[in-house]
Nanobody, 126 residues
């Protein structure tokens, strides 16, 4: 059974950094795209970043380019999101998502993704 579990969220000051993790089970990272999404109160869920299977190519939303970095550990079946220079607007519940390998690949639209974790809260506040 495929399962995604996020962890590492918390409270951080503006300008600070945080790394959140996604533990994947029931799949191999060589066969699935893994993405990070977020949803702020009163807003729609939006794509943040994803990493492709095998080649590990990365894609970022314009709002996080240069600040966030997605990485993976295929041995541990973990995907991470390193978030730097955090801003108030980054406050949201962050979700990990998965989609099986496909051509063409997915976009950052949530509708393109099949499996979801329960989310982890990230709050940027002074």
């Amino acid at each position: 059974q495929l399962r995604l579990v996020e962890s590492g969220g918390g409270l951080v000051q503006p300008g600070g950094s945080l790394i959140i993790s996604c533990a994947a089970s029931g799949l191999t990272l060589d066969d699935y795209y893994i993405g990070w999404f977020r949803q702020a109160p009163g807003k729609e869920r939006e794509g943040v970043s994803y990493i492709s299977p095998r080649a590990g190519r990365t894609t970022y939303a314009d709002s996080v380019k240069g600040r966030f970095t997605i990485t993976r550990d295929s041995v541990k079946n973990m995907v991470y999101l390193q978030m730097n220079s955090l801003q108030f607007e980054d406050t949201a519940v962050y979700y990990c998502a998965a989609r099986i390998i496909s051509r063409p690949g997915p976009t950052l639209r949530p509708v393109d993704w099949s499996y979801w974790g329960q989310g982890t809260q990230v709050t940027v506040s002074s």
